[in-house]
């Protein structure tokens, strides 16, 4: 069974910046589509940032690339997602997730999110 553990969340100031990490077990995550979500408090879940195993393709929501950054470090097996100028409205727990249909675009599997296993989220709290 995969499993995936997701840390990094904390609580930060506004304009601040923050690394989450994504750290899988069984499952390289070279392999595969690799994606960032996050749930605020009384919202639904929704895509951050998901990358491609094909050809390292990205998506970001909205206007998230500006701030934000994923990457993986195949030696580590990690996933990370960098976020800088954090806002309040960044608040939220972050889950990370892998895809095994690594034939699907993830400009289309990740705002959809269409990922198979998922994390436990971790807390990002930006004060204002």
């Known amino acids: 069974e995969v499993q995936l553990q997701a840390s990094g969340g904390g609580l930060v100031q506004t304009g601040g910046s923050l690394r989450l990490s994504c750290a899988a077990s069984?499952?390289?995550?070279?392999?595969?589509?690799i994606g960032w979500f996050r749930q605020a408090p009384g919202k639904e879940r929704e895509a951050v940032s998901c990358i491609s195993k094909s050809d390292h393709s990205t998506y970001y929501a909205g206007s998230l690339y500006s701030r934000f950054t994923i990457s993986i470090d195949n030696a580590k097996n990690t996933a990370y997602l960098q976020m800088n100028s954090l806002k309040p409205e960044d608040t939220a727990v972050y889950y990370c997730a892998l895809s095994t249909a690594t034939s699907y675009d993830v400009r289309w599997s990740c705002p959809n999110q269409k990922f198979d296993y998922w994390g436990q989220g971790t807390l990002v709290t930006v004060s204002s």
């Open positions: 069984r499952f390289a995550f070279g392999n595969y589509n």
